[in-house]
């Protein structure tokens, strides 16, 4: 379920609108484990390769094409159902290690990174909460996903886009996700154990990126990160204590 409401995208929308449903898809794939046949239906539906905001040659598309047609390829003594199923093990580890038990020390929470002690529900969450209701919005259950969870934020960043309030969205991503989605995408890319939640991360970072960089320029003063955590290195840079 989507965190914000969103509007239908049609063939021959204009881009930010492309822009945003490229952005609500990563949202979904962050959201949840998903299974690899689920992963593998996206795949044969044209993702990563029909995203607006990302284009070859990315090498984060490379990347996610060859960690989802692995997926399908069953391994070296092992049945197809064996290999999935040993597949899908590997995926469901490494979600609950980025998303849930925070072992791989990557936070999907903005304040866990800006914080200086590393802690979630800090004030960065509500200096994001604050630019939600600037624009009539709240998180859809902030106990269940906090307001500034990596997947809140691109839903936010989305419904700006439809909304069709351009300035807006390149200031949320300029002051808010792109302050800290280098560092987790990078500490992802080190740790992850499968392909797949690695290229998600790099990919997620170039679509922002790219997102960014096609919306009007806007001025921001830029937060201070936490410095342990702009090194992606240090253990000690990515907490999730409360």
Sequence with gaps: MSEFLQAPTESGDPW????????????????????????????????????????????????????????????????????????????????AAIYLTHALRASPHESVWRDEDHLM???PTFAVRAFYRRHGLQAFDWRQRADDHLVTEL?????????????????????HLLTWLPHFAARVGQRASTPFYAALAGLTL???????????????????????SVDSNQDGGCSSSV
């Design 155 to 175: 839903e936010f960043t989305a419904t700006l886009l439809e909304r069709k309030e351009l300035k807006e969205a390149a200031r949320f991503l300029k002051s």
């Design 206 to 228: 170039s679509a922002c990126e790219g997102c960014v960089e096609r919306l009007p320029k806007v001025a921001v003063i830029p937060p201070v990160l936490a410095a342990s």
């Design 121 to 123: 529900l800090q004030e």
């Design 16 to 95: 930010f609108l492309l822009a945003a449903e490229d952005l609500r898809v990563l949202a979904w794939i962050h959201a949840s484990e998903r299974s690899p046949h689920v992963l593998i239906d996206l795949h044969t539906n044209g993702f990563p390769s029909a995203l607006t905001l990302v284009k070859q040659p990315d090498p984060w598309i490379l990347a996610m094409n060859q960690a989802l047609s692995a997926l399908i390829v069953p391994r070296s003594g092992y049945s197809i159902s064996e290999s999935t199923a040993l597949g899908e093990d590997e995926l469901a580890s490494d979600f």
